[in-house]
Nanobody
Framework: QVQLVESGGGLVQAGGSLRLSCAAS????????MGWFRQALGKEREFVAA????????YYADFVKGRFTISRDNAKNTVYLQINSLKPEDKAVYYC????????????????WGQGTPVTVSS
């Protein structure tokens, strides 16, 4: 089993920045890809970014447009999502996820999920 715990969400003004963290524990060696997804109220959960276990490969959704950066610190078993120039449309619950496959960008590829951390952007 793998446990994922997100943190770092909160209320921020438009144009501001946040760094989300996801701490992994348990059988983390089984995880090849770590991803971030988000779900706005009334919408489907959508892919944001993903990173390979070694950190050498990263994947981003088209809407990210350079504002989001995914990274990881394997010594701490933690994955980060840096979000800059926040927009009101970035308001959502952000979920960390783990996959035993490489490069997944759909929810079906991820078997482990955190509880989510909410991000609210004020205009």
């Amino acid at each position: 089993q793998v446990q994922l715990v997100e943190s770092g969400g909160g209320l921020v003004q438009a144009g501001g920045s946040l760094r989300l963290s996801c701490a992994a524990s348990g059988r983390t060696l089984s995880i090849l890809t770590m991803g971030w997804f988000r779900q706005a109220l009334g919408k489907e959960r959508e892919f944001v970014a993903a990173i390979s276990r070694g950190g050498g490969s990263t994947y981003y959704a088209d809407f990210v447009k350079g504002r989001f950066t995914i990274s990881r610190d394997n010594a701490k078993n933690t994955v980060y999502l840096q979000i800059n120039s926040l927009k009101p449309e970035d308001k959502a619950v952000y979920y960390c996820a783990g996959s035993s496959e490489l490069g997944g960008t759909t929810t079906s590829r991820y078997g482990y999920w955190g509880q989510g951390t909410p991000v609210t952007v004020s205009s």
